[in-house]
């Protein structure tokens, strides 16, 4: 189990907002593809039901690799 840090970001860069929560997943690229699940259902820590974001920035500080990773939702990028 991992603590799982998300930082909001509107589609112009700026900050909008934070969450976490507890993920059962071992490797990165899982607590990834769990982000964005959870961005495709609108369930995201710390927003309301329903609420997507177009950035979201993902950290794993216990994780042993500690890799921070960006998840962009294709379709609310701005043109």
Known sequence: MFY???TYFKSN?????SG???SDCNELWQIWDE????QDRGQLPGLIEGAR?????????????????LVI???MRST
């Open 13 to 17: 860069g700026k900050f909008y907002s």
């Open 73 to 75: 939702d294709p379709k």
């Open 35 to 38: 982000v964005s699940t959870k």
């Open 20 to 22: 976490s929560y507890v």
């Open 53 to 69: 974001m177009p950035i979201i920035w993902v950290k794993v500080p216990q994780h042993p690799h500690r890799h921070p990773h």
């Open 4 to 6: 799982v840090k998300l």
